[in-house]
Nanobody, 123 residues
Framework: VQLQASGGGLVQGGGSLRLPCVVS????????MGWYRQAPGKARDFVAA????????GYADSVKGRFTVSRDNAKNTFYLQMNSLKPEDTAIYYC?????????????????WGQGTLVTVSS
């Protein structure tokens, strides 16, 4: 199973980005999916997650109300829509796949990880 995240870049504070993550080599509908991020010098933190059927989502408090996670099972892709971006959102964003049924928050729940995409938010 391979995960390919993209869509990162440089954006001004208050702006928006959408990160897609394409999953190949497995049965996409059989995975719940998650996004994590790692800022320079910090640990990898949970951002958002979505259940296998898309009916359940979960968010870190720091992004709730600004970020939205979604998935398109027909395209083997899930997304992180990021609005009202802040400089503290600057990080490498990683997508991950879990065999869990529900939206998973713990990184240990995830079996497969993508390579990450860099998001930089200027002030």
């Amino acid at each position: 199973v391979q995960l390919q995240a993209s869509g990162g870049g440089l954006v001004q504070g208050g702006g928006s980005l959408r990160l897609p993550c394409v999953v190949s080599g497995g049965t996409f509908s059989g995975y719940s999916m998650g996004w994590y991020r790692q800022a320079p010098g910090k640990a990898r933190d949970f951002v958002a997650a979505i259940s296998r059927d898309g009916g359940e989502t979960g968010y870190a408090d720091s992004v709730k109300g600004r970020f939205t996670v979604s998935r398109d099972n027909a395209k083997n892709t899930f997304y992180l829509q990021m609005n009202s971006l802040k400089p503290e959102d600057t990080a490498i964003y990683y997508c991950a796949a879990s065999y869990g049924l529900t939206a998973q928050r713990l990184s240990l729940s995830y079996k497969y990880w993508g390579q990450g995409t860099l998001v930089t938010v200027s002030s």
